[in-house]
């Protein structure tokens, strides 16, 4: 409930909230978001509670948790109730997208008074199914507009309704239900519990908004980049979210320098194996990187199933065997040149040891562009984030400390 000052504060702003409505109508979710987080709490609850249900709903669904919570006890009691329950599901789930219902009817309603409702009801709020329900919310049936429309007026829904419809659990996951959707292009879903109780729908568009979003996270959340930070995301803020990472990557760039630090007699001794170190760890770098990026696509899409992930290993290490052996013949041959340029003892044995680096720093790279994610996604975490920070540091330790090892060894 909004206490008097609250209620002050509003009648005060009724122009710039009045504005900001008619400017959040015109605009798409999101950039109706990026405007309203501008605003206070007690300004975005008087502009949702005078828009559409399903439209503040939608909002909502997009703005920070943490603004969200704050404002579920200042808005209408319609929208608070139903993004209450929205809030009861995982963020990346059905459930968090839900918008309320419009009327449901009973299966053996007639048609004409199906209609009546739905006329007044669908001047506040757009309706695109009728829903037909059991006495306890349990979804019976789904009813086209046009198929109503064109009935006749004495039918009841049973007769015309599409029974046991598609719908979505709650709890689906986003990913999940974009590849239930693929062959469904229907314009709402709608969504029931455990029970198959009716509880809310949502919008196709809405999902792919939801999806089309994270993966344009993708690629800063491989470099520590939070999905939530956005260009209008205040720099205090994006430091919190990046810093961190930042710190951890710093940690693992020590632990290469550290493998180089135990090598420094043998690189004080053949001194053309520094200017090999980068090109190494380069190329595994990026073994690394193609064998992550397909990975990362094959979870994403649910193309991984269980038990491929030791086929992908298999494939991955294949693939760094072959080019690993093309690449290295490359930098086996320019190290020979190299070292008979710059008077090095043993060019032959060095073009050995870079060439045997760079198979076996190609082969653990794609294997690890593999492991890193699978490992992530078991343990529970986000397979995205930061990958690219433990991979590098794993290609750039074995590939810098393979090398090393092999030159004080053979030479």
């Given at each position: 409930m909004n206490n008097p000052d609250d209620n002050e504060d509003i009648t005060q702003n009724a122009d710039r909230i009045d504005q900001l409505v008619h400017s959040v109508r015109r605009r798409a979710p999101l950039d109706a978001v990026i405007l309203l987080e501008r605003e206070n709490?007690?300004?975005?609850?008087?502009?949702?509670?005078?828009?559409d249900n399903e439209l503040a709903v939608r909002l909502l669904s997009h703005l920070p948790?943490?603004?969200?919570?704050?404002?579920?006890?200042?808005?209408?009691?319609?929208?608070?109730?139903?993004?209450?329950?929205?809030?009861?599901?995982?963020?990346?789930?059905?459930?968090?997208?839900?918008?309320?219902l419009p009327p449901t009817f009973s299966s053996l309603s007639i048609?004409?008074?199906?209609?009546?409702?739905?006329?007044?009801?669908?001047?506040?709020?757009?309706?695109?199914?009728?829903?037909?329900?059991?006495?306890?919310?349990?979804?019976?049936?789904?009813?086209?507009?046009?198929?109503?429309?064109?009935?006749?007026?004495?039918?009841?829904?049973?007769?015309?309704?599409?029974?046991?419809?598609?719908?979505?659990?709650?709890?689906?996951?986003?990913?999940?239900?974009?590849?239930?959707?693929l062959m469904r292009h229907y314009p709402i879903y709608p969504v029931c519990d455990d029970q198959k109780t009716l509880i809310g729908f949502v919008h196709g568009y809405a999902m792919f908004e939801k999806r089309t979003f994270q993966l344009t996270a993708l690629p800063g959340s491989m470099m520590g980049v939070e999905k939530v930070e956005?260009?209008?995301?205040?720099?205090?803020?994006?430091?919190?979210?990046?810093?961190?990472?930042?710190q951890l990557n710093l940690l693992t760039a020590l632990l290469a320098g550290a493998v180089v630090g135990v090598f420094e007699d043998t690189i004080a001794r053949v001194v053309v194996l520094a200017a090999f170190l980068p090109v190494l760890a380069g190329q595994s770098g990026n073994t690394g990187c193609q064998a992550l990026a397909v990975t990362l696509r094959s979870m994403t899409l649910n193309e991984l199933k269980p038990g491929m992930g030791k086929y992908l290993v298999m494939k991955e290490a294949v693939l760094g065997l072959s080019n690993g052996l093309l690449v290295g013949l490359t930098a086996g041959a320019t190290m020979f040149f190299y070292a008979n340029v710059m008077g090095a003892e043993s060019p032959m044995t060095?073009?050995?040891?870079?060439?045997?680096?760079?198979?076996?720093a190609c082969i653990a790279s794609g294997i690890i562009g593999v492991m890193v994610p699978l490992t992530l996604s078991r343990i529970g975490a986000d397979p995205v984030t930061a990958s690219t920070i433990f991979l590098t540091t794993a290609t750039d330790v074995l590939s810098i400390g393979l090398l090393l090892a092999l030159a004080t060894v053979m030479i």
């Open positions: 709490d007690i300004t975005i609850a008087a502009v949702l509670e005078k828009l948790p943490e603004r969200t919570e704050e404002l579920v006890s200042d808005i209408d009691a319609t929208i608070g109730a139903q993004w209450s329950l929205n809030l009861n599901y995982d963020e990346n789930s059905v459930g968090r997208l839900m918008e309320p048609v004409k008074d199906v209609i009546d409702t739905l006329r007044t009801v669908a001047k506040k709020q757009n309706i695109i199914y009728a829903f037909a329900v059991s006495d306890d919310m349990k979804l019976e049936g789904v009813v086209v507009m046009r198929d109503l429309l064109l009935a006749n007026p004495t039918d009841s829904l049973e007769d015309i309704m599409v029974s046991e419809p598609f719908y979505f659990n709650a709890e689906t996951s986003i990913e999940d239900a974009m590849s239930a959707v956005q260009v209008a995301t205040p720099w205090a803020t994006c430091l919190r979210y990046r810093h961190p990472w930042l060095l073009a050995i040891v870079v060439t045997v680096s760079m198979i076996g």
